[in-house]
């Protein structure tokens, strides 16, 4: 499964929000980028210690940015960086003002064609934007754990398969006959051409999202899903799926 499918699943929540709940999301995801990217790397106070690279502590300050950041140098592996390279966001050099545009686009379910020409972006980057962005929400949600005496909620959710996008220039090959978008699969009920994710929520509205393969749902592969999450004397309530 993909970030695609992913993202099907949060505009189809996204779009049962009233105008304000809707305005809270897009400041939320505004949030995360401000954390991901820019404030927690705003602070004079805050030091490099360890090269995000090699984890050398052979590590001294070298100049500063073009925008005031400071600059280092590791003389462990000799390359220089900055304070927001170990980010998620770190690397990109899209000024703030466009991620905050693109936070916007997304939490109103704009189509990328659309969020790269509100943002003043090409196609490809406005893509990649979007999958960074996913990368900063799964980063930045609250873990899902379920203590002793708590409750959750668990069920699992069913995707077909996706291989969008244009292979007609690359070494691509379609594991499976291709359909167009709207089709149905071409095998009926939970084959091998859906892909299985787990969920649940607690009592704290904590959730989770575990992509768990292809097919139903095995025994095994929802013990993986949920092991280190929900502790012994815990209540969880499910389906009747064996």
């Keep these: 499964m993909n970030a695609e499918d992913?993202?099907?699943?949060?505009?189809?929540?996204?779009?049962?929000?009233?105008?304000?709940?809707?305005?809270?999301?897009?400041e939320s995801v505004r949030d995360v980028i401000r954390a991901a990217a820019f404030d927690d790397a705003a602070g004079s106070a805050y030091e490099i210690e360890r090269c995000p690279r090699c984890g050398s502590a052979a590590v001294v300050k070298k100049g500063k940015s073009k925008n005031g950041e400071q600059r280092y140098?590791?003389?462990?592996?000799?390359?220089?960086?900055?304070?927001?390279?170990?980010?998620?966001?770190?690397?990109?050099?899209?000024?703030?003002?466009?991620?905050?545009?693109?936070?916007?686009?997304?939490?109103?379910m704009?189509?990328?064609?659309?969020?790269?020409?509100?943002?003043?972006?090409?196609?490809k980057t406005a893509y990649t934007m979007r999958h960074r962005?996913?990368?900063c929400l799964s980063a930045y949600s609250p873990s899902f754990r379920v203590?002793?005496?708590c409750g959750c909620e668990l069920d699992e959710t069913y995707f077909p398969e996706s291989f969008k996008g244009?292979?007609?220039?690359?070494?691509?090959?379609?594991?499976?006959?291709?359909r167009h978008r709207g089709k149905q699969v071409h095998r009926r009920g939970l084959?091998?051409?859906?892909?299985?994710?787990?969920?649940?929520?607690?009592?704290?509205?904590?959730?989770?999202?575990?992509v768990t393969g292809r097919g139903a749902l095995s025994r095994e592969r929802?013990?993986?899903?949920?092991r280190g999450r929900i502790a012994a004397g815990s209540v969880v309530a499910t389906d009747r799926a064996a």
């Design 6 to 26: 992913l993202v099907l699943n949060f505009k189809k929540g996204m779009a049962n929000l009233s105008k304000t709940e809707r305005r809270r999301a897009i």
């Design 73 to 108: 140098l590791c003389r462990g592996c000799g390359r220089t960086f900055g304070m927001g390279s170990e980010r998620i966001l770190g690397t990109s050099k899209l000024p703030k003002e466009t991620w905050m545009a693109y936070a916007e686009c997304f939490a109103l």
């Design 110 to 123: 704009l189509p990328l064609r659309e969020c790269a020409r509100r943002c003043r972006v090409c196609l």
């Design 133 to 135: 962005l996913i990368e």
């Design 147 to 149: 203590e002793r005496g």
């Design 166 to 178: 244009n292979h007609a220039k690359g070494s691509f090959t379609m594991p499976r006959p291709s």
């Design 191 to 210: 084959s091998r051409e859906r892909i299985c994710v787990m969920t649940g929520v607690n009592d704290s509205n904590e959730t989770f999202l575990e």
């Design 222 to 226: 929802a013990m993986d899903a949920l």
